[in-house]
C-alpha cells in the first residue's frame, strides 16, 4: 500500500511540473527533477490526466459538445 501511495504521489509531481511546462512551452526532462521516468512516460502521464481532468469536468457540467474540446486537444 505504501508503495501505491509513493507512486501516486510521484505520477502527481510530475504531472504538476509537465503541466508547467507544457504551459510554458518548454521541454520537460524528468530526470532533471529526479523522476524515475521516461520523456516519454510523462507526457503520455501528463496528456492522459489533462484528458481525464477535462473530460469529466465536461460530463460533470453538461457543458455540450464545445466544453468536450479540451479532453480532445492531445488527440491524433
Known amino acids: 500500500m505504501l508503495r501505491k501511495t509513493q507512486e501516486t504521489r510521484e505520477q502527481e509531481a510530475i504531472y504538476e511540473v509537465g503541466m508547467c511546462h507544457l504551459v510554458a512551452g518548454k521541454e520537460f526532462s524528468p530526470a532533471k527533477f529526479g523522476f524515475v521516468c521516461s ?22 457540467w ?3 459538445r464545445e466544453s468536450c474540446k479540451p479532453a480532445l486537444a492531445f488527440a491524433a
Open 39 to 60: 520523456k516519454a512516460e510523462a507526457e503520455a502521464l501528463v496528456k492522459r490526466k489533462w484528458t481525464l481532468e477535462h473530460a469529466n469536468n465536461a460530463h460533470t
Open 62 to 64: 453538461s457543458l455540450g
